[in-house]
Each structure stands twice: as C-alpha cells, then as structure tokens.
C-alpha cells in the first residue's frame, strides 16, 4: 500500500515535472516569436568566374627535391617536385606533377611518398591546368583518435556513456544544422545562440542523466548561469569597446559574406556557446551533491543542506577557474610567446583587442561558472524542501 506521503510526493513531483516543462516550452516559445531574427540582408549569388575544386591525391614519387634561394630572400628554401595520384575527385586515377617550395614562407613542408594530399584544381584563362598543394589529408588520424574516444565511453561509462555520445551527437547536429546555417544567413548570433542553447540543454542533459528532479534542477541552474553570462558579456564587450575583428578569421568572415554577419554579436555568441558545456559538469555536478546529501541524511534542514553542498562546490569552483585559465593559456600560447618577446609592457599588452577578447572571455565565462554553483545549490535545496511539505 502506498501511504497519504508517498503518494502526496508522486503527485508534487509530477507537478514539479509538468511545471518545469511548461515553463521551458514558454521560454522557448517566446524566443522563437518574441525574438527578431529576420535576415538582415539578402546574399547575392557570386558568379564564379574560375571555378576551383579540391582534390584529394597520394604522393607517388619525388621527381625532384632541392634547396633554392627565393628572389628577394637570403635564406635557402626546400623545393620539390612531386608525382601523385589522385585517388578523389574528376581527375581520379590520373598522374598529376606538383610544385612545393621554392617560396619565402614560414611554414614549408617536406612532403613524402605515400603521403595524402588535399590539392586545389582550378583552370587559368588559356585552358591551362593548375595545382596548388592546400593541407594534409588527416581524417584517419582523427577517426582513430575518435575511436579510442569512443571505445572509453562506453566500457566506462556504459549505458550513461552511450546516451551522453548520442546527447553529443544531437548537440552537434543542432549546432552544424540550425545556429551555424541561422549566424550564416545573417540572424542575429546572440538570439541564434540562446536559441540553440535552449534546445542543447535540456536534450543532452536528459539523454546524459535522465528525467528527474536531479537534472530538471540542473538545467535551471544552467539556465541562469547563462543569463547571467550573457548579460555579462553583453555589457562589457560594449565597455571594453571589443569589435569582435581581432582575429584575421573575422575579418576574412566579413568579407566573404559581405557584411552580412554582425560580427560583434558572434563574439557574444561564442562565449555563450564556450560556457554552455562547461555548465553541464559543475551544474549536474552541484545538483547531484545536494539529492546525495539528502538521502544519506534525511534529517538535515535546508540551511544545513545548502552550506555541506558548497563546501563541495567551493572546491569544484577552484579547480574548474584553474582549469578554465589553463585551458586558455594552452590555446593562445604562440601569441603569448609573441608578445613575451616584445618591447611593449604588461599594461600595453593587455590593452590589446586580441588579449582584452580573450581575457573578458575567460573572467565572464568563470563568473558564470562560479554563480552556477549557489544557484543550482539554492534550486536543489528549495526542490527538495517543497517535496518533503
């Protein structure tokens, strides 16, 4: 039999769920219709007057290999003349001969035989064919590595692991399918990004956790630490005067799309998306604590609950802003050593648009990270006091 309080718990927690829900499905309703993501400008077709294609070739034979001295530079650089195969695109299984070298650059390549190329095929005005050598071919290397990857989920973690894989699998289908297509049609990125953060959340965390009040919690808090993140960034990308054009991949951006994209708005937009996995493990995380510190102990109080869980989450927040700052470091160290070794000090450095995006980045998304823990703790702990009344 079940008694008056179990079944009084049932019944507030399939309120809680159905509550929950609702509001999600409002807030998402709301965007969706509030929000103005009309395009903001209509994309005219390019007319390709050279038109290029990427072929993919293996290296055959080296025809020729030296070291000459480009015009206009004292140093010696590698040439090589190649023979390759192309293995993938309208010339398979022809020979074709590569130049490589023989040019002032930084980053010259010594190719060798067996090596898989991907290579530019385009035509000149007389008819004439051309070759340009663009990168390696490096996709096996990257499927093994997603192989072991894989394989560790899933021994591991197992059943968890194999919903958290597909929860990753939906986050990046939504983000290749729906924000990228949306930022690149000229939608507003920050609108494009809540957008697509409202639909990741809540799927990758019930596919990873399940559907309880554990990860119901764990989304609200995620929630509000995105607001809070994004409010943030919004207001001191504005402060700090940030353009979103330090990097040359802005720049190239605008260009190809012709001024379509505001180029401001993805750097908002980037730094919500960046948090928003980071969120998961420290909001679950913080959840899960406060439901396990419960159930070992059913007589602990609300106040009581709160301040055991934070002194969890007081560790979590260290190593994860430790983490945070590693991570950004490991990421930007060749402009670090760039700027090591100039005249300019410390406070000139600082001031520059590429270090001060990188630093507000880092300090917003840490913030966010940091007011997640009380947050989701003060959710967990009203949950769970409401569901014992």
Known sequence: MISFRQNKKIVDS???FKKALLFLGLFIFFFFSAADISVLAQEEPVVESN????????VEKILEENQIKPMGSDNFQLYQKLEALVIKGSLKDKIIILDSGGIATANNQKYK???????????????????????????????????????????????????????MGISFFIIFSFILPKIAAGYNPVQVAILGALIIVPISFFLSHGFNKKTLTAIAGTMVALIVTGIL??????????T?????????????????INI???????????????LDDITISQSAIVFQLREANKNLGATELYKRAMRVGQDHISSMVNTLILVYAGAALPLMLLFIDSSHSFLEVINYELIAEEVIRTLVGSIGLILAVPVTTIIA??????ADK
């Open 14 to 16: 399939v309120y809680f």
């Open 51 to 58: 038109k290029e294609e990427l072929l993919e070739v293996r």
């Open 113 to 167: 035989v067996n090596d898989r190329l991907m290579v530019v095929f385009s035509q000149d005005f007389q008819g004439e064919d051309n070759f340009y050598i663009s990168d390696y071919i490096r996709r096996s290397s990257l499927a093994w590595l997603f192989l072991i990857f894989v394989v560790l989920v899933l021994i591991i973690a197992r059943w968890r692991g194999i919903m958290s894989l597909l929860g």
């Open 233 to 242: 960034a919004y207001f001191f990308v504005e402060m700090a005067r940030l």
């Open 244 to 260: 979103g054009f330090s990097s040359e991949e802005a720049g190239f951006l605008q260009i190809a799309k012709k001024g379509l």
């Open 264 to 278: 401001k708005g993805l750097l908002l937009a980037g730094i919500i998306i960046g948090v928003l996995g980071i």
């Open 381 to 386: 702990c009203w949950v769970i006091n409401k």
